[in-house]
């Protein structure tokens, strides 16, 4: 009985932009390696991204609408999107120079709905702005259906000076009427723990991934519904200047729908709350409970219990964040 020869696996890596992508992409298409046979990887931190060995120029011809969706979808947070741009580069090439116009090819309308998520907020955010700039453009955003029933954008409070940042999952009823993060029951909760950790709201940057309330009518209530992939990557782009402008030294996510947003989907809460990790933000980088966790426990113990993970990681933030001070100060 034959057996098929096991399939060499080449590791790429390259640095999460488009030109990075591109240039590989190019010389891996040039020497024929096809797409399952290549694992992506991105450079991270100082990680030396070792330049691609070019050969001969090839003779591809690539349509310019390609060129423009691969762009766009370099910004994408998805892991999977370098390895997906590839494959359908070189089904573009060896296949079906038109396959773009397939939007019911798999790859193809995942390959759109990943274009149509970055470039959905991304053209209200000014580049390199400061927050009151950011905070002024984020009320007029339209990229997503959400702004048509809430009552108004609520963008983050507090200045470029925090050195710690705190981003939530959504505005919440009261956030929504007042136009400001965590004034409801659960910043009430939030307060608590950082007065008894000693942070005040004054030092924090606090802000939430998605900028409007997304909920239910149910008569004269809104009941809080969470919001879906495509509206937390509709939003992204705010959350991403937000923190460009703000570059916290210490930066907690509160809740799951904060913490996949920025560590990932694959990121497990309960499994990897209070362990620091690095992003492109800081090397400090953590999550924990969204305190509406506390509220939501069924009894008086599950309160206290949860509430006091809550504040054993805003404590580690904390130490982390006296640490980081310790060593800028040499």
């Not at 240039?23 to 990887?41: D, F």
């Not at 274009?115 to 580049?127: D, G, Q």
């Amino acid at each position: 009985m034959m057996t098929s020869a096991p399939v060499t696996t080449r590791q790429v890596r390259i640095e999460p932009r488009f030109e990075s992508w591109q240039s590989a992409a190019r010389e891996l298409l040039r020497q024929g390696v096809p797409p399952e046979t290549i694992e992506w990887l991105e450079a991270t931190g100082g990680e030396p991204c070792p330049a691609p060995v070019m050969g001969e120029p090839g003779v591809h011809r690539v349509p310019r609408r390609f060129v423009e969706i691969a762009r766009q979808v370099a910004g994408h947070p998805s892991a999977g999107r370098w390895a997906l741009l590839y494959r359908v580069l070189w089904r573009v090439v060896h296949e079906d120079h038109d396959l773009l116009r397939l939007e019911t090819d798999a790859d193809i309308s995942v390959l759109v709905a990943m274009e149509k998520a970055v470039r959905s907020a991304a053209p209200f955010v000014p580049p390199e702005a400061s927050l009151e700039a950011l905070r002024q453009a984020a009320r007029i955003c339209t990229g997503c259906d959400l702004h048509r029933a809430a009552t108004q954008t609520v963008f983050g409070q507090g200045s470029e000076a925090s050195r710690i940042a705190l981003v939530g999952e959504q505005p919440g009823d009261q956030e929504d009427v007042q136009g400001l993060p965590f004034v409801g029951p659960a910043g009430q909760v939030l307060d608590r723990a950082l007065g008894e950790v000693g942070l005040r709201r004054e030092e924090i940057y606090l802000t939430n991934v998605v900028k409007h309330f997304k909920f239910i009518p149910t008569g004269k209530r809104r009941l809080h519904a969470t919001p879906q992939e495509p509206e937390i990557l509709a939003c992204r782009p705010w959350l991403e200047a937000e923190l460009q402008a703000v570059r916290p030294e210490v930066l907690v996510c509160l809740g799951a729908t904060a913490s996949r947003a920025v560590f990932g989907p694959a990121f497990r809460l309960m499994k990897q709350r209070g362990l620091f990790l690095a992003t492109r933000w800081t090397a400090r980088s953590m999550a924990t409970l969204h305190p509406s966790a506390v509220l939501r426990a069924p009894d008086e113990e599950g309160q206290e219990r949860l509430y006091g993970l809550l504040k054993q990681d805003l404590t580690t933030a904390v130490a982390e964040l006296g640490r980081a001070g310790r060593s800028a100060g040499g």
